[in-house]
C-alpha cells in the first residue's frame, strides 16, 4: 500500500510563512483577492439567499461573518455560505490540470475560522496555499494518467475537503497523526456530482467540502479518530473512486514545487473550458467589420473535454450559459467582451445573440490543446476570418496580470457591497500577511 | 435517459399510513423500536462524546433532543449525533439484499424534525417506510444484478440521504417536483468509505446523510432547485457510482412491494455477514461439553463476502471485533452469547479469548449464501462436532421476534437512560401512530 496521507500531512505541519517562496506568497495573495471577490460578486444570487434562509434555521450564530449578508453564523454555516457565493458566477480560480477549483472550500473554511479564533493573517495565508497544495495533488491522484476517474465527480467537491481539513488543521496546530485523522474523516464526506453543474444544487458541491473539511479537523483536534489508510487503503478513496490512482503524482515535488502556482484566475465568467473559445473571438472582433447579420456562420474547433463539459447548445439559464461555449462565442462576436452582464439570464434571451448562437457550430479536435481553439467566421459574402489562440488569457503562459485582477475585484464588489470602496479591500488582499487578525478584513466586510 | 427521480417522488408524494398494509405499518414500529435502541445504547460511546462538543460549537440550539445527552440542538446536528449512536454498535437492521443499513439516517433525520415540528405519529411512520423504501430502492440501483459497483462505498452513507431528503420532503409536505430536487441535492452530497468501518470516521457516514437529506429537503421546501436528471443523467449518481445501474430493480413493484419487509433487525452487535457464524457456534455451544483448552482447532465455512467484509484476524478495538468473524466465532464458543460485553474492549483483550480466536480458521465458499455458515469444532482427543446453519437468526426466513427486539431494547435502554424504565417507551414505540406529536417521546428522553 502506498503512503498517501502522511507525507500530505507532514507537509501541512511543516509548512511556514517564511519558508514560502515569495512568488508563492504573492499567489497565494492573488487567489485570495480574487476568491474575495467572486464571493463578493455572487453573494446576493438567489441559491445564496435560499441556502442562507436555512442556515439561518439551523446554524449557530454570531461566529463568522456571511460576506455581503450582514449577518453572522456559526463558522461551518458562514463557509458553506461563501463558498456557495464564490461559485455562483464560475469565475473563480482553476488549477488547469485538474480543472478543479481549489481555493473556495480553503478560503472560505479558514476565513470563518479565522474571524471566530483572531487568525493572523501570515498564519491565514501559510494554511491557504498549505491546503490549495492538498487538494490539488488530492485531484491529481485521481486524474493525472494513467489514472482514471469518472468524468462526472465534480473535482472541487470531492477534493476540497481534504484541502479546507489540512489548512483547519494548520490553523489548529494538529501534529501530523491528528492531520492525518482529518483527512481520513474529510474522505469519507468526500462528494459532488457534475451533473448539476448548470443548476443551484451544482454550487454547493466546493461548500459542502468547506463545511466538512472544516468539521473533520476540528473533530480531529477533540481526539475523534479515523484510520491511516482512509486515502490508500484498498477501500479507500484512491481505489474506490479512480483506476490507477496516481500516487507519485500526489507525492512528487510535495514542498518543492507548489500547485498554487499552476492555479489561475478566471478572466471570464464561465467554464475555463470555454476560455480559448473566447479569447480567438475576441481576436477576430478587432479585425471583423460587420454586422451581426452579415454572419453565415461561425466554426469552432475546440479540445473534446471543451464539448463534453459546455456543449449547451439552447441555454435557458445564466447558470446554463456559464457551460454554453455557443452563448459565450456569440456574445462575445456581438459585444466584444464576455463579463458579467453577458452571462445574465436577460442576455441568454436576447434575440439577437440567440440567431447568432444557433450559427455558431463546434468541432472537437483531440489534437488541440486544453488553452487552445481556432475561430472562423464565415461572412455572407464570401469572406471568411479566422483566428487560433495557443495560450488562452488566464492559461500559464498568460496568466492574467495583477492589474487585471483588481479591476475584475472593483466590478465584484461593487455588485456585493456597493457602499464599501473597493480600492481599501484590495489593499488589504495585498497586504493581508501584515495583519494580526483576519477578523479585521471580516469587519471591513460587514 | 431511464425515469427515476419522479417516479420515486411520486410514491413518496401518495405515500399515506393507512394504506400501507398492516404487515408494513407493523415493521415500521419495529424498526424504529430497534432504532431508538440502538440509540440508546450508543450514545455514551467516545465517538458521540467528540461529535457533540464539535456541533454545540458549530450548531444551533433548542430544537431537538441528543438522546441520552440531554441536550438539545439543531434539527441537524441532533439528527447526525443521534445517527451516531445508532451505529456505534453494529447492532442495527440490515436490507440483506444491499447489506445497508437503512433505517438510521431516515430515522434520525425525521425524529429530529418531527420533534421541532410536532409532527404526528402516523405521519412520522409514513415517511420512516417512504424513506427507507426509497433508500433501499437507490441501494438495488448501485448493487442489484447486473448492476455493480465499488466495494469501497458505504451503501447506507451513499444511498441515505435519499431516504432522509424523501422522508423529510414527505412531512414537510412536498410536491413531486420539489422532492425531485431535494433527491437531486442529496445526490450531490452522497459520501461514506467502507475503509473507515472499525474506526470512528466509520461512525458518521449514516450520520452525514442523515443531516444532508435533511438539510436537501429543506432547501428544495424553499425554492433550491437541482436537476430533473441528477440521479439519472450521464454524469449523475447512477452512472458516475455504478457500472450497468438496474433502474428495474431500483422501481419494480414500487408502493406494492415495500423493501422494508426485507429489512432485519440484528441479533448480535456485529457485521451481518458473521450472524450465521454466531448461529452455528451457537448450535455447537449446546452440544459441546469440552473446555476451551480441549479444542484444537474450529473450522468454519463462509461466503465469499464474509472474508472480505469482517476477516479482521486480530482486533485491537471493540470496533475491530464488529468485523472479525475469529473474534465472534471464539467468544460465542466461550460464552454462549454474542452480545455486547463480548464485543467490549475488555473481551478483545482476554488472554482466553484471544487463545481460542487464533484457533479459528475460516474459508470462503462462493456456493454458501449470505445468510448459511458451517462450523465445526475440532477436539484434542480426535473427537468433530459440527454444526450447519442454512438460515441464521435475524435472516428473512428467521426475523427476531418483537419479543426479543423488546429484550433487546431494554439491554441498550439501560446502557443509554439507567433511570428511565424500558417498558415504556417500548410500549410508547408500538403505539407510536396514536401519538399526536412525536415530540412527546421526545420529552421521554429527555
Redesign the interface.
Known sequence: MSDLARPLAQFVVSSSYHRLPAAVQHEGKRTFLNWLGCVLGGCHD??VT??L??LR?????GQALVIGRDVRL????AAFLNATSANVHSYNDTHLKTVCHPTGPVAAAIFAFGERNKTSGADFLTALVAGIEVECRMSLLLTAPPARC?????MT?FTGGFGAAAAVGRLLGLNQGQIV?AL??A??????????N?????K??SA?AAR?GL?AA??AA??????D??LE?????A???ATEPNFSAALDGLGHQYEVLNNMPKPFPCGIVIHPVIDACLRLTKELDAAPEQIERVELVVPSLALELTGIREPRTAFDAQCSLYHLAAVTLLYGKAGLSEMSEKCVHDPTVIKLRRRVLAMADPTVAKDEAKATVFLNDGRAHAAHVLHCRGSRENPMTDAELEDKFREQSIMGLPSREPDELIDQCWEIDRLDDVGRLARLLG
Chains 1, 2 share one sequence.
Open positions: 438567489r441559491s435560499l441556502a434562509a436555512v434555521e439551523l446554524g449557530g450564530q456559526d463558522m461551518g454555516s469518472p468524468l462526472g465527480l465534480n467537491g485523522h481520513g474523516i474522505a469519507t464526506h468526500a462528494s459532488g456530482l457534475r451533473e448539476g448548470t443548476v443551484m444544487s451544482g454547493i458541491n459542502q466538512s468539521t476540528l473533530l477533540k481526539g475523534f479518530t479515523s484510520s489508510t482512509m487503503g484498498p477501500t479507500g478513496f481505489h474506490v473512486f
